[in-house]
């Protein structure tokens, strides 16, 4: 590294400048194709979450469909009145630190700070997933929704006080992942009507992956002795398989619409700091990292979840 103190080594902004490059180009590195993360967009909505400790989100139900009206009438409703239901989501704060000798640096060891850094990005990333993979892995049973409900579940009621059920089973294949799509198809939303979702994603454990890249996407129907076709490519053009080595279930897999309700709220996006070698009582550099973000189950709609068995 260039820039050296004859007092104190490479300057601190060029190392953490250095450092910062290395801990992005390997989570850059870390991406798959294929592979869902905390940040996907589809698997996960993000939203920002605001200057507090403690995310509020609002659900509004009920309205239903449009009234008829003319011109001298009012329009004339169907549905019931309006309903609110609100969920709060505690921010988890995330830290870590890295200790980098200085010797490394000095003597531009940049293989071993590299690996560490590469191990440390690794480390985040991870734990961002396993954290956000949790509301799917648990919505079965401890992941709950704002009517109190499991997020997957064949008794939700909403807030329209219709019951909705969004909870399949079966081993994953052309008949089941069919049943699943046809149930959220059909799925009534918060204010009483069929609100129309068409599945942008299908998602599943590393294991399933190959079974259901095969169902969804293969032009013949997999696992069949026939040549009967595979229509799921050609009705679903815009349905992602994904997968996460976080989704623990090797049976279950996941369906969702173009929004939902699993979201992840940042509160503070990932930040880096560096503290000199000289305010350590030993001879190293403290790579800190910060990061602040929860997500959370807020609705059920727009999405169903199969147990696979």
């Known amino acids: 590294m260039d820039g050296l103190n004859n007092d104190s080594g490479p300057s601190l902004n060029l190392v953490k ?5 290395l801990f992005n180009q390997a989570t850059m590195q870390i991406a798959t194709p294929g592979k869902a993360s905390a940040t996907n967009p589809l698997v996960f909505v993000q939203m920002p979450a ?3 400790a ?24 169907e549905a019931n009145k309006r309903a609110y239901a609100t969920v709060q989501s505690q921010v988890i704060n995330f830290s870590e630190n890295l200790p980098i000798s200085r010797t490394f640096m000095e003597d531009q060891q940049m293989a071993a700070v590299s690996k560490s850094v590469q191990q440390f990005a690794m480390a985040w990333k991870a734990t961002q997933d396993r954290n956000a993979f949790a509301s799917y892995n648990n919505g079965f049973t401890t992941e709950t929704t704002a009517d109190g409900v499991a997020l997957f579940s064949n008794s939700h009621v909403n ?12 081993a994953l294949s052309t008949d089941t992942l069919n049943a699943t799509v046809v149930s959220l198809r059909g799925q009534v939303s918060q204010t009483g009507v069929i609100a129309g979702y068409e599945p942008k994603f299908l998602l599943c454990s590393s294991t399933l992956h190959m079974t259901a890249m095969a169902t969804a996407k293969s032009v013949l129907r997999a696992g069949t002795g026939n040549n009967d076709l595979n229509y799921f490519s050609e009705l679903y053009p815009g349905m992602e398989v994904l997968y996460s080595p976080f989704v623990s279930s090797s049976t279950a897999y996941f369906v969702g619409g173009f929004t939902h309700g699993v979201t992840r709220f940042e509160r503070e ?7 000199p070698w000289q305010n350590q009582p030993t001879d190293q550099y403290i790579y800190k990292m910060r990061a602040r973000e929860v997500v959370d189950a807020i609705d059920f709609n727009g999405l169903v979840g199969s147990t696979g068995a």
Do not use: C, M, R
């Open 269 to 275: 996006g990932l930040s880096t700091t560096l503290v």
């Open 159 to 170: 807030l329209n006080g219709d019951t909705v059920d969004n909870l399949e089973g079966g």
């Open 54 to 77: 403690a995310v509020q989100s609002t659900i509004i139900g009920g309205g239903g469909y449009f009234g008829q009206s003319t011109d001298d009438v009012p329009p004339v409703k």
């Open 50 to 52: 605001g200057s507090v």
């Open 17 to 21: 400048t250095g450092l910062d490059h």
